[in-house]
């Protein structure tokens, strides 16, 4: 019968990597090594496509992302990146072209940054660990102050106006706040915060006020919080263990990710999903390219690698996933630092090391 045919025959993802620019492609080839790694060993395939998306190809052909390059991705399992940004090309260009276009074009509606301390890791908040530094955004990605409406008059002119809008539909919040409440059901945890500005933005929270308490509704066993941005950044320094899942609008969410970022261990460690629950998802480190650590061997991986380990788990592939995340905790106690040229190792070292760990991970 086909079924049993089918359950013995071992699942193969396509992954399409996007190594980018600076030190991305170093590492994401980590990443590969640990990933290939796991499955060699949970016993699922691996095929991957290299795509040259990035400043390089933008310098040669001033292409970024074309509709075309858009189609090629939705017919792979998820896609890797490592990093976008060039020193030789204008500010926005790529992060528009390359990035947001891949979020907006794709539909990744969601950014999933877990802000996780992990063991062995320092954070700049005194007297927090682990216990405490442990929750989720859920940051929309597709609309807010990023979908680009507004515009300029009379520019460079002293009567210039610049108008840049926040739009947010109601189907673009319901489904992001939907995926908040849904991940909390999934993952055990029992709270989740929505973080707005509901006494100054009384159009846009509004909106998100009123269809977060709905959608709550729909989860009884699930706290429903409210706190404004301002005192969310407060919150996340002073009291982490306040939050479990944190569900916010675009231009919120990238902010307060860069300060949960740092308390979690800094760009070496960060990393998050792009996901579009019902297509192919983008896995990234938070990072940026690090131009000047380009090709030194110095850049630390691990935020690739947990990009990675994200991956895994979003394809359902736990064990696998589960085995990363040891490795990547011990590998940690064998490091100096997470710092870039602080490791006490090399990048192509900490890939293989976590990939040694992989194999023997309990
Ligand atoms: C991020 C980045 C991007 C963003 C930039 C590079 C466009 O800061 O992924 O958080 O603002 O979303
Ligand atoms: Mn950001």
Redesign the pocket.
């Known amino acids: 019968m086909n079924e049993g045919r089918n359950f013995l025959m071992p699942k193969n993802y396509k992954i399409a990597l996007v190594p980018g620019d600076g030190t991305g492609p170093e590492v994401v080839a980590e990443a590969v090594k640990v990933v290939k790694s796991a499955a060699k060993r949970a016993g699922f395939g691996l095929s991957f496509k290299t795509f040259d998306f990035g400043g390089e190809r933008y310098k040669k052909t001033g292409e970024t992302l074309s509709d075309k390059d858009v189609d090629t991705l939705r017919d792979y399992d998820a896609i890797l990146l490592g990093a976008?940004?060039h020193p030789d090309v204008a500010p926005g260009i790529l992060?528009?072209g390359i990035?947001?276009k891949m979020r907006f074009a794709l539909d990744l509606y969601v950014?999933l940054r877990p802000v996780k301390l992990l063991p062995g890791v320092e954070t700049p908040l005194k007297d927090k660990g682990p216990k405490e530094i442990n929750y989720v955004v859920v940051r929309e990605n597709t609309e807010g102050l990023?979908a680009g409406a507004g515009g300029v008059l009379k520019k460079g002119t002293s009567d210039e106006v610049a108008v840049q809008e926040s739009i947010n539909t109601r189907k673009g919040v319901e489904r992001c706040i939907r995926y908040a409440f849904d991940y909390a059901k999934k993952t055990g945890r029992k709270k989740v915060t929505l973080c707005g500005k509901t006494n100054v933005l009384t159009f846009a929270f509004d909106l998100w006020e009123r269809a977060f308490y709905e959608v709550a509704k729909e989860y009884p066993k699930i706290k429903a919080d409210y706190a404004h941005v301002d005192a969310t950044t407060m919150w996340m320094v002073k009291n982490p263990e306040w939050f479990d899942v944190i569900v916010t609008d675009?231009m919120f969410g990238?902010i307060i990710?860069?300060l949960g970022a740092m308390t979690q261990g800094g760009m070496g460690i960060a990393a998050?999903g792009n996901i579009n629950p019902k297509g192919v998802s983008m896995f990234?480190p938070?990072g940026?390219s690090a131009p000047k650590y380009t090709g030194m061997n110095i850049i630390n991986p691990l935020a690739a690698i947990c990009a990675a380990q994200m991956m895994l788990e979003h394809l359902g592939e736990t064990k696998a996933a589960g085995w990363v995340e040891k490795s990547v905790v011990k590998a940690i106690s064998k490091m100096d630092s997470l710092a870039a040229g602080k490791m006490g190792m090399g990048t192509s070292e900490v890939g293989s090391i976590v990939a040694k760990f992989v194999k023997e991970s309990d």
Do not use: R, V
């Open positions: 976008i940004g992060e528009k990035l947001l950014n990023y675009n990238d990710t860069d998050g990234e938070i940026g």
